[in-house]
């Protein structure tokens, strides 16, 4: 059996080696490694794929959350909810902008930010919501964009780990992940699912003119060469990921279903379990399985993670440690107890690898092992 890893790049490259390698190459030869064709050529690709009016590419998904922000002129003091369960970026770039990050809990069945909490949330001062489709399923956009419409605010999704999930509205329609909002930030990084060979991110909107403000913060701020009416930002991404990315994305969507596969796999594994909690699938959202993640009623995380190690089985924590108890992020406003979902969550999840090259095997070892662990825990 191969080597497990959490996310298998080498062996997903393996398949499209020969494609990947001329368009790198290609890329090389022509010497346009800034804004060059490919970077044109994949963003009217993503746009056509997301069926969304405009996507700008820029240097990661940090970046795109930050560029939005900026773009629609919020000032410093300007409340932006956001939930607290979450990857560090989303709180980063409120903080950086000197606005006030407002955090509120999220649904311990799914992950995703609880509408109820950002409603309450919500004060004279808020100008935006943040919702993060975690793990690979959609907030509840529907309700979100209610709520956001009622209070006129801005929507900003954080899209990084849930590229290409559809959205099913109540009406029987569909829209992709991102695209729902005022904006959609997403990130290219390697191990996301729609993953470059280096750093990368885009934005995505609807709205022709707040496109044109994004275009030109991610550029110094320069609608003319030399000519700056902004303060912007230097973000690009660069031709030769671009090419790599047009190539993954006609692969995206395979890549999504073999990711279910894996979690199909794995909640048969566990299912009706009493000391596992399987990762529950929205019925407003597909799940695009970024993460496969339990949570534990009991049994040891760590000592568990420790039982895998000695089986070749690599787990993580996503995420160990609640916004509000991070060293960098501590506020008058939060304490200890004051967010029980998020804090019990980062208390008891462990995510296993979850990619597109695995077979039955390795999941059944790694199924074997689990229910072993939890069996004598
Ligand atoms: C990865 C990620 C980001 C940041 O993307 P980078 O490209 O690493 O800057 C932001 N938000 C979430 C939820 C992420 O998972």
């Known amino acids: 059996m191969k080597k497990i890893q959490m996310v298998d790049l080498i062996g997903q490259y393996e398949k499209i080696q020969q494609e990947v390698d001329k368009a790198v190459l290609d890329v090389i030869r ?34 795109a959350l930050q560029i939005v922000m900026m773009a629609l002129g919020l000032q410093p003091g300007d409340e932006v909810i956001t939930a607290n369960f ?14 006030k990050p407002v955090l509120v809990d999220v649904y ?35 309700e979100l964009m209610q709520l956001a419409q009622k209070h006129n605010l801005y929507v900003i999704e954080d899209t990084a780990q849930a590229i290409g999930a559809d959205y099913h509205f109540s009406d029987g329609t569909k829209q992709k992940a991102g695209t729902i909002g005022t904006a959609g930030c997403t990130s290219f990084f ?5 993953g470059c060979y280096g750093d990368g991110g885009a934005i995505f909107t609807n709205d022709d003119e707040l496109g044109k403000k994004i275009r030109m913060i991610a550029n110094h701020g320069q609608s003319v060469q030399y ?39 794995y909640d048969r594994a566990f299912a009706g379990h009493p000391k596992v909690i399987t990762p529950k699938r929205a019925t407003w959202s597909d799940h695009v399985f970024h993460q496969y993640t339990l949570v534990l009623n009991g049994p040891d995380r760590q000592q568990m993670r420790e039982f895998l190690a000695t089986k070749d089985i690599p787990a993580m924590i996503y995420y160990p440690v609640p916004l509000h108890l991070q060293k960098a992020y501590r506020d008058d406003r939060y304490k200890a107890g004051d967010f029980p979902v998020t804090e019990w969550l980062c208390a008891n999840v462990i995510s296993l690898p979850i990619h597109t090259e695995m077979d039955e095997a390795t999941l059944k070892h790694i199924t074997d092992h689990v229910l072993e662990f939890i069996a004598n825990h």
């Open 190 to 194: 390697p191990s996301k699912n729609l």
């Open 86 to 99: 979450t990857y560090v970026a989303t709180a980063e770039v409120i903080a950086l902008l000197q606005l």
């Open 30 to 63: 022509s010497a346009a490694f800034i804004n060059g064709p490919e970077v044109k050529a994949f963003q009217s690709e993503l746009e056509a794929y997301l069926n969304v009016k405009h996507v700008i590419p820029c240097a990661n998904g940090t970046d």
């Open 108 to 142: 311990k069945d799914d992950f995703t930010i609880d509408v109820a909490a950002v409603e309450k949330a919500i004060t004279p001062r808020t100008k935006a919501i943040v919702p993060v489709h975690l793990f690979g399923q959609c907030a509840k956009m529907e």
């Open 227 to 265: 000519y700056h009416d902004e303060i912007g930002v230097n973000s690009r991404l660069d031709s030769i990921q671009a090419a790599i990315l047009r190539i993954k994305l006609r692969h995206l969507d395979n890549y999504a279903a073999a990711r279910r596969a894996v979690a199909d796999y």
